[in-house]
């Protein structure tokens, strides 16, 4: 299993990133074969083209299943952000704009994403999961333990989270964009591995792995020096935003029973 942390409108680097790990070829079409590749959400804002990266995964996914592979996608804050600024529009909400819309501008909403958010891509957006198992992992978008609130099951979070985005509640909706700005749940050393341990033991998965937070936040690393995942509260824990909207170049991460291995952008070869 191979995953990708946050795009934030990347869609060069993206491409690069894919690419290099042999997941895609030079037209933007499958190559991985029967490989599962999932993405770990936030594909919008503070880069200049989220439509796009959101419409190559969509691609992606008809081309990986007749290949025998799979792509996954996750739901990320910043996709809440925009379907909300998209649906309430000037009414007023508790984020640092206070309203939905100048909340998401303020949080590096991109215009052209906003006008070009059609339908399709709306209700593409709204049926992500907030949560998955593959295997021995679990992977949730943010480092945080808000998704209890919407359920103790994988399956509980992922109903109680889409009825949420298919109602018109503002409030909900301003709620879970207030859960969705935690982070670092996990970090501390000497209390990170107990919490990601029991978070595991409610959801399920030997490991968890997550983007939201730039590895450079954890481990103080410059973004363009982020190459690889970060492996940190005992090993129990993986980080994959590798800050692409910070400058980071960007990396895919293999997944496997024994742990996680990085595969820079520029490194070829397919899983």
Not at 91 to 99: A, H, L, V, Y
Not at 205 to 228: C, D, S, W, Y
């Amino acid at each position: 299993m191979v995953v990708i942390g946050d795009i934030h409108g990347q869609y060069a680097k993206m491409t690069a990133i894919l690419r290099g790990a042999g997941l895609i070829d030079a037209a933007g079409h499958w190559s991985g074969g029967a490989t599962t590749l999932w993405f770990m959400g936030d594909y919008f804002d503070r880069g200049p083209d989220g439509i796009a990266a959101i419409d190559l995964i969509r691609a992606l996914q008809g081309e990986a299943a007749a290949a025998g592979g799979r792509v996954g996608a996750l739901l990320g804050n910043h996709d809440v952000l925009i379907l909300a600024a998209q649906r309430f529009g000037d009414q007023p909400s508790g984020g640092p704009g206070g309203t939905f819309l100048t909340s998401w501008r303020h949080n590096g909403g991109v215009e052209s994403d906003l006008a070009r958010l059609d339908e399709a891509r709306a209700a593409w957006l709204r049926a992500l999961p907030a949560m998955a198992r593959d295997g021995d992992w679990l992977l949730a978008h943010a480092d945080a333990t808000f998704y209890q609130v919407y359920g103790r099951t994988i399956g509980a979070v992922n109903r109680g989270i889409r009825a949420i985005l298919h109602d018109d509640n503002a409030a909900d909706w301003d709620l879970l964009l207030d859960y969705f700005s935690q982070r670092r749940a996990f970090q501390d050393e000497e209390r990170g591995p107990a919490r990601v341990a029991r978070f595991l033991s409610l959801y399920g998965g030997r490991r968890f792995v997550h983007g939201h937070t730039p590895i450079g936040k954890l481990n103080g690393r410059r973004p363009e020096a982020v190459t690889a995942a970060h492996v940190y509260a005992g090993g129990l824990a993986v980080d994959v935003d590798a800050g692409l909207y910070l400058g980071g170049p960007g990396f895919v991460t293999i997944l496997s029973d024994n742990g996680a291995g990085g595969r820079s952008h520029d490194q070829a070869g397919g899983e």
